[in-house]
C-alpha cells in the first residue's frame, strides 16, 4: 500500500487484559518502527525491525510488551496484561530512506 | 541520552504573523526531520535536512539544519489557519535504519 495502515483506530481494554495492535507497512519499505506517544506530546522507540527481524529493541519494555513483523503478515505489537500506564497512542512508522507514520491506535486502559 | 528541546512549548499567533519554531539539542545527528500532526492524525512528514547549513523552503515554510547538525529552526512566513497544528522536529543518528529522537513538540494556533 501508498500508506502505513493500523487497525484498529481506538482500543479499549480493561486493566490485566491483552492488547493487539497491527500495522501494515508501506510497500517497499524493509523498516518498521513503533512508537508511544503519552501526555505532552512525548514519544518513545519502543522497537524496529529489518523486514522480519528485530533491528532495535531497546526501547521495549522486558515484560508484557512483544512485537513481530511475520512475512506476509501485518506487523503486531501485543501488550500482556495491560496496565494502567499503558493507555497512550501508539505509532507504527515504515521506512526507506525517511519514516512516515499510520495513523496511530489509541489504547485506553480502564 | 540525546535530547531534542524544542521552543516554543506553545505560540498562539493572528494569520498573517511571521513565526519561528527552534530544536536545539546538544548530540550531532545525521539528519533532522520536521513533522505536523494533527489531533487524532499520524506525524506528517514536511522535510529532511541532512547537510550542516542546510535552508530548505517548502512555499512559506522555511527549514535551516545548524552547521554542526545539533540544532534546526522552522520558520512559517504568514501564517494561515491551516498551519495549526503540533510540529516536531525528530533526529536520526543514522540513516533510515536508526530510530527517531523525538523533540518536545510546539503546539501552534493560528488564529484566523
Known amino acids: 500500500g501508498e500508506e502505513v495502515a493500523q487497525t484498529p483506530k481506538h482500543l479499549v481494554r480493561g486493566e490485566g487484559q491483552k492488547a493487539k495492535l497491527y500495522c501494515a507497512p508501506i510497500?517497499?519499505?524493509?523498516?518498521v518502527f513503533w512508537y508511544q506517544q503519552v501526555l505532552k506530546n512525548e514519544f518513545k522507540f519502543l522497537i524496529s525491525?529489518?523486514?522480519?527481524?528485530?533491528?532495535?529493541e531497546t526501547g521495549m519494555p522486558k515484560e508484557r510488551f512483544s512485537a513481530k513483523c511475520l512475512p506476509n503478515s501485518p506487523c503486531s505489537l501485543e501488550i500482556q496484561a495491560t496496565k494502567l500506564e499503558d493507555s497512550a497512542v501508539y505509532f507504527c512508522?515504515?521506512?526507506?530512506?525517511?519514516?512516515?507514520f499510520g495513523q496511530g491506535t489509541r489504547l485506553t486502559v480502564v | 541520552t540525546q535530547l531534542l528541546e524544542q521552543s516554543p512549548q506553545f505560540l498562539s499567533i493572528q494569520e498573517g504573523e511571521n513565526l519561528t519554531v527552534y530544536c536545539n539539542s546538544s548530540?550531532?545527528?545525521?539528519?533532522l526531520q520536521w513533522y505536523r500532526q494533527e489531533p487524532g492524525e499520524g506525524p506528517v512528514l514536511l522535510v529532511t535536512?541532512?547537510?550542516?547549513?542546510e535552508v530548505k523552503k517548502l512555499k512559506r515554510l522555511t527549514f535551516q539544519f545548524g552547521d554542526a547538525r545539533k540544532d534546526s529552526s522552522l520558520h512559517i512566513t504568514a501564517a494561515q489557519p491551516g498551519d495549526t497544528g503540533l510540529y516536531l522536529c525528530?533526529?536520526?543518528?543514522?540513516?533510515?535504519?536508526?530510530?527517531?529522537?523525538f523533540g518536545t513538540g510546539t503546539l501552534l494556533a493560528v488564529q484566523p
Open positions: 525528530a533526529g536520526a543518528a543514522g540513516g533510515a535504519t536508526n530510530k527517531l529522537i
Open positions: 512508522a515504515s521506512s526507506y530512506t525517511e519514516a512516515f
Open positions: 548530540s550531532v545527528f545525521s539528519s
Open positions: 510497500k517497499g519499505h524493509s523498516y
Open positions: 535536512v541532512v547537510t550542516g547549513g
Open positions: 525491525f529489518q523486514n522480519e527481524n528485530v533491528f532495535d
